[in-house]
């Protein structure tokens, strides 16, 4: 079993800046990816930021050049957000796919609302 521990999240207001946090733990013999996404309400759940094993990041349009994520171990991601938007507000849930079966994980959400 894998478990998936978030940090960070609560209230802004808008052009401020947040950080999550992401630790995963348990049976991993591989991280593939993980990555953020949020659902905000009466909308379905979106990506938000991903990084591969490799490095390699892709983002939401709307996040772009805002957002960065990153990683400082094999098993604990990170979502900086900068000039935060009201509607960035949303649930954001971290993500994990692992070991050789891509296995998909989810972590519990962690609310974020940016007050206008």
């Known amino acids: 079993q894998v478990q998936l521990v978030k940090s960070g999240g609560g209230l802004v207001q808008a052009g401020g800046s947040l950080r999550l946090s992401c630790a995963a733990s348990?049976?991993?013999?591989?991280?593939?990816?993980m990555g953020w996404y949020r659902q905000a309400p009466g909308k379905q759940r979106e990506l938000v930021a991903r990084i591969t094993s490799g490095g390699g990041t892709n983002y939401a349009d709307s996040v772009k050049g805002r957002f960065t994520i990153s990683r400082d171990n094999a098993r604990t991601v990170y979502l900086q957000m900068n000039n935060l938007r009201p509607e960035d507000t949303a649930v954001y849930y971290c993500n994990a796919n692992v070991n050789a079966a891509n296995i998909i994980y989810w972590g519990q959400g962690t609310q974020v609302t940016v007050s206008s």
């Open positions: 348990g049976t991993i013999f591989s991280i593939n990816a």
